[in-house]
Nanobody, 120 residues
Framework: QVQLVESGGGLVQAGGSLSLSCSAS????????MGWYRQAPGKQREVVAR???????NYADSVKGRFTISRNNAKNTVYLQMNSLKPEDTAVYYC??????????????WGQGTQVTVSS
């Protein structure tokens, strides 16, 4: 059974940084595309960043140049480094996994989410 466990959320002031981690188990991590989504109160869940099996990345326009997604296949872990955080980045952040090597369609698996709060 696939499990995704996020960590690293918290409270930070605007302009600060946070690093999220997502540890995956129950599958061969290296063959799957991974990603991060977020959902703010009253809003739909939106994609933040995605990374293919081969390491190609894709970012939402709102986070380009500020966030970096990466993966360590040896540790079955995907990361999201968030810099220059803004209050509008406040949301629950979810780790996601696709069944294949690229992020085609919707993810098949989700983590439980971790809260990120950016104060102004």
């Amino acid at each position: 059974q696939v499990q995704l466990v996020e960590s690293g959320g918290g409270l930070v002031q605007a302009g600060g940084s946070l690093s999220l981690s997502c540890s995956a188990s129950g599958s061969i991590f290296s063959i799957n595309a991974m990603g991060w989504y977020r959902q703010a109160p009253g809003k739909q869940r939106e994609v933040v960043a995605r990374i293919t099996r081969g390491g190609s990345t894709n970012y939402a326009d709102s986070v380009k140049g500020r966030f970096t997604i990466s993966r360590n296949n040896a540790k079955n872990t995907v990361y999201l480094q968030m810099n220059s955080l803004k209050p509008e980045d406040t949301a629950v952040y979810y780790c996601a996994r696709w069944s294949g090597p690229i992020y085609s369609g919707s993810p098949g698996y989700w983590g439980q989410g971790t809260q990120v709060t950016v104060s102004s």
